[in-house]
């Protein structure tokens, strides 16, 4: 069956990085555009990074360009995000994401929760 697995996350305090990982199965990863969103308490989900199915031309939000950087690994259907420098702001729980343009089909996983002290 289709999962799509986070994992990774943790507490830091601000300044540090932590490297989050997406594992999905049951389904053809390498067909799917791979995203990371983001929720934080009382607030909407966002994107945070993208990166096409042929893992160039990533795209980022404003929030953490320069810091945060996403990955991928079509052979092994794995996932990554690489967080740096990581701020407060930055405490939330973060998907994986991944979707399919012509099929218009997307899975999601559990997420993974991330907190950043100051």
């Known amino acids: 069956q289709v999962q799509v697995v986070e994992s990774g996350g943790g507490s830091v305090q601000a300044g540090g990085s932590l490297r989050l990982s997406c594992a999905a199965s049951?389904?053809?990863?390498?067909?799917?555009?791979m995203n990371w969103y983001r929720q934080a308490p009382g607030k909407d989900r966002e994107l945070v990074a993208a990166?096409?199915?042929?893992?160039?031309?990533?795209r980022y939000a404003d929030t953490v360009k320069g810091r945060f950087t996403i990955s991928r690994d079509n052979a092994k259907k794995m996932g990554y995000l690489q967080m740096n420098s990581l701020k407060p702001g930055d405490t939330a729980v973060y998907y994986c994401?991944?979707?399919?343009?012509?099929?218009?089909?997307?899975?999601w996983g559990q997420g993974t929760q991330v907190i950043v002290s100051s």
């Open positions: 994401n991944a979707h399919h343009v012509v099929l218009t089909t997307e899975y």
């Open positions: 049951g389904f053809t990863f390498s067909s799917y555009i």
């Open positions: 990166i096409p199915t042929g893992g160039s031309s990533a």
